[in-house]
């Protein structure tokens, strides 16, 4: 089993940022692609971002392109999401997740393990 722990969350101002970590415990996610996810309230649980095992591959959601950035620290078991210029529409809680295969996807239903979630709350 992988553990993972989400924390960084926070309430933060429109235009704002946030530097969310998500820590890897238990079985080596050596190989793993990691991705993050959030979901508002109401709404069902949508890709944000993904990073592939050697962190050489990204992927993003066209509506964090340009704002967020995923990167991960394999020595630290460690992956990050850096949120810039933060709106009110990314008020979520948001979800890392771990896939044991090296390549990115933005379907949850591929990933393997999933961390409890942290909250982001941005406002005006």
């Known amino acids: 089993q992988v553990q993972l722990v989400e924390s960084g969350g926070g309430l933060v101002q429109a235009g704002g940022s946030l530097r969310l970590s998500c820590a890897a415990s238990g079985r080596t996610i050596s190989g793993y692609a990691m991705g993050w996810f959030r979901q508002a309230p109401g709404n069902e649980r949508e890709f944000v971002a993904g990073?592939?095992?050697?962190?050489?591959?990204?992927h993003y959601a066209d509506s964090v392109k340009g704002r967020f950035t995923i990167s991960r620290d394999n020595a630290k078991i460690t992956v990050y999401l850096n949120m810039n210029s933060l709106r009110l529409e990314d008020t979520a809680v948001y979800y890392c997740?771990?896939?044991?295969?090296?390549?990115?996807?933005?379907?949850?239903?591929?990933?393997?393990?999933w961390g409890q979630g942290t909250q982001v709350t941005v406002s005006s």
């Open positions: 990073i592939s095992w050697s962190g050489g591959i990204t």
């Open positions: 997740a771990a896939r044991n295969l090296a390549a990115v996807t933005t379907t949850p239903t591929l990933y393997n393990y």
